[in-house]
């Protein structure tokens, strides 16, 4: 069936470094996607988005790379602060309806 | 972004009792919202969409009659929880897409959590 996946659950980082995760995603016809971020016990929030049409779009400190040829989607934190830890969700949308990936817990260390 | 606010944050009741949630659009007019549910350490799982107007449309293996959406008004979706049991202690969620001129994305609420004993 449809998915979209996650590469590495955990994710652990000094300060300062720069993150890269990582999503698979299965349905090839999906056309927009989605990083979102989820601290303990809230609601995820959004990061950045990407359409189809593009191969990489950047946002304050992240960005986020398409590659529809392998089906690949990454999200990249420059500078990694401590308050970036915290669970990030891949996800993709059809007809508004998100499919989430499995998630990556980021760790950052001080 | 958008503003989406839920209530009550946390919740906890006696196995057999309904609780219901409350999902508000602060900001703007919603003919759709979504509700999810996660479990610890798990992802998001959509349970339905909330349709103002109309039935809710639910997604595969979520009971319609333990689930009760009703979409109020253009702000307002409420998910209640029926006869509750303790297999129903999760973390509900709704989200509400905004559509708009070069923005097409879902914003979620602080998120509601169910603890049933």
């Known amino acids: 069936g449809e998915s979209v996946g996650l590469h590495l659950p955990t994710l652990s980082v000094q300060e300062g470094d720069n993150s890269i995760i990582n999503c698979a995603y299965s349905n090839s016809a999906s056309d927009y996607f989605i990083w979102y971020k989820q601290e303990s016990g809230k609601g995820p929030q959004f990061i950045i988005d990407?359409?189809?049409?593009?191969d990489k779009r950047q946002g304050q400190r992240v960005t986020v790379l398409l590659n529809k040829t392998v089906k690949h989607l990454s999200l990249q934190i420059a500078a990694t602060q401590p308050g970036d830890s915290a669970v990030y969700f891949c996800a993709e949308t059809g007809f508004q309806k998100l499919v989430f990936g499995t998630g990556t817990r980021l760790l950052v260390s001080p | 972004g958008a503003v989406v606010s839920q209530h009550p944050s946390w919740v906890i009741c006696k196995s057999g009792t309904s609780v219901k949630i409350e999902c508000r659009s602060l900001d703007f007019q919603a003919t759709t919202m979504f509700w999810y549910r996660q479990f610890p350490k798990q992802s998001l799982m959509l349970m339905a969409t909330s349709n103002e107007g109309s039935k809710a449309t639910y997604e595969q293996g979520v009971e319609k009659d333990k689930f009760l959406i009703n979409h109020a008004s253009l702000t307002l979706s409420t998910l209640t929880v029926t006869s509750a049991h303790p297999e129903d202690s999760s973390f509900y969620i709704c989200s509400v897409p905004k559509i708009l001129a070069g923005e097409d994305t879902q914003y979620f609420g602080p998120g509601t959590r169910l603890t049933v004993l």
């Open positions: 990407i359409r189809s049409n593009m």
